[in-house]
């Protein structure tokens, strides 16, 4: 490719990112500021197949490998928005899948922990995420419904699969004033997104509205 090549490829993923920024975001009431600009930063066609980079900036999911999905950038803004990072955070993700989510998040919070129940994800994730310089994000591989106990407590928590309700272990690893973010429904049927804060030792939850999300797989969670 030649260097024109890549400035041109470049520039065609900038143009997509901004509108994207303008059209599937601000337009659908993403505001804060971080968050826009976080997501203006992340090229998201560096973690989607090579197949599917031309659709990078739609505002849809894509297919990644092992059958599973990268969420559209829509999503992936909302929970960061509601999770109302300030950058001092620790942030658990529950779903690392392509590493996109914990790259945007690292730019949202002081330290990232991400974990995945597939191997191979993770490793791809773990590889990318070293390679585009996201150092301030920590892979794990394991059931994602327990949690990352040896790096608890986390000031946010943001799980990226439906669950059928809110894991304990979850609970268990929050700050006080902490927030989880978790859509909690029907394994297939969609899910409401949910939004629990610790305050005084109780639990208090809003109604974040209505998404879909692919099944929440775990001890805590829906069977394999």
Request: charged share 25%; net charge negative; hydrophobic share 35%.
């Amino acid at each position: 490719m030649t260097n024109s090549d890549q400035h041109s490829e470049t520039d065609i993923y900038e143009h997509a990112r901004e509108r994207m920024l303008r059209e599937h975001l601000r337009e659908r009431g993403i505001t804060d500021a971080r968050v826009l600009h976080a997501m203006r930063r992340v090229p998201r066609e560096e973690f989607v197949t090579p197949d599917n980079k031309r659709y990078a900036y739609n505002d849809c999911a894509l297919p990644i490998n092992c059958q599973q999905t990268i969420s559209q950038p829509y999503t992936v803004a909302f929970m960061c928005q509601a999770a109302q990072l300030t950058g001092s955070e620790k942030v658990l993700e529950i779903g690392c899948g392509s590493g996109y989510g914990a790259a945007v998040l690292s730019l949202l919070a002081r330290e990232v922990h991400t974990i995945e129940r597939i191997p191979e994800l993770a490793e791809q994730a773990r590889e990318k995420l070293d390679r585009l310089g996201y150092n301030n994000v920590h892979v794990y591989t394991d059931d994602g419904t327990l949690g990352v106990p040896q790096a608890a407590p986390f000031d946010a928590i943001i799980v990226t699969a439906g669950a059928k309700e809110l894991p304990q272990p979850y609970v268990d690893q929050l700050n006080a004033g902490g927030r989880i973010i978790i859509p909690i429904g029907g394994e297939y049927t969609g899910q409401t997104m949910c939004r629990f804060t610790l305050r005084g030792g109780h639990l208090d939850e809003e109604n974040l509205g209505g998404f879909a999300f692919v099944p929440l797989i775990g001890e805590f969670g829906w069977d394999r």
